[in-house]
T-cell receptor, first 111, second 113 residues
């Protein structure tokens, strides 16, 4: 089993719909991250969490929210999806040094 | 804005040649890491160099770090077609987004046989 699992892997949704991307990890790490990747822009940080009670906004948090349900689970929600949120989304966890382990990614298309 | 910036954006070489990618960053760091991404897949950790280290090796990879210039380089020796991928540097540093793992835009490496 993968250390970091994202569901769904692919999703097409309509503008205005609420959608949740889920992430679970078996590494036992406290730190978890959500990134989005767009061509030519690399990975941009959306939200990160250093433990269940610690949630922080990244550089592009507008239009997104997160929930850290447990140490192992960190979900990302788009409250009202818009087309420019079409992207590849990655969840990651990191150890105390910052070494990160990534999920397989979720390809989200908003039409 | 992003903490790390890789240079060049794209690099094309022949098998057997060496590939060098550079990364510049803006703020003080605790460590710097390099990751690899095969097309559309999750990133995979390659190597981590701490701020008090100047050079580190792992197999065909050599990473250098110059904290006075806020820059790092990744050298892949004797490149293979299988090295074709995007390479990203990442810093665990305090930035506009707080203290988190921040990535650059990446270098796309193409190795032809």
């Amino acid at each position: 089993d993968a250390d970091v699992t994202q569901t769904p892997r692919n999703r097409i949704t309509k503008t205005g719909k609420r959608i949740m991307l889920e992430c679970s990890q078996t590494k036992g790490h406290d730190r978890m991250y959500w990134y989005r990747q767009d061509p030519g822009l690399g990975l941009r940080l959306i939200y990160y969490s250093f433990d269940v009670k610690d949630i922080n906004k990244g550089e592009i948090s507008d239009g997104y929210s997160v929930s850290r349900q447990a140490q192992a689970k960190f979900s990302l929600s788009l409250e009202s999806a818009i087309p420019n949120q079409t992207a590849l989304y990655f969840c990651a966890t990191s150890d105390s040094l910052g070494k990160a382990f990534f999920g397989q990614g979720t390809r989200l298309t908003v039409v | 804005s992003q903490q790390g910036e890789e240079d060049p954006q794209a690099l094309s070489i022949q098998e057997g040649e060496n590939a060098t990618m550079n990364c510049s960053y803006k703020t003080s760091i605790n460590n710097l890491q390099w990751y690899r991404q095969n097309s559309g897949r999750g990133l995979v950790h390659l190597i981590l160099i701490r701020s008090n280290e100047r050079e580190k090796h792992s197999g065909r990879l050599r990473v250098t770090l110059d904290t006075s210039k806020k820059s790092s380089s990744l050298l892949i020796t004797a490149s293979r077609a299988a090295d074709t991928a995007s390479y990203f540097c990442a810093t665990d540093a305090t930035s506009q987004a707080g203290t988190a793992l921040i990535f650059g835009k990446g270098t796309t490496l193409s190795v032809s046989s």
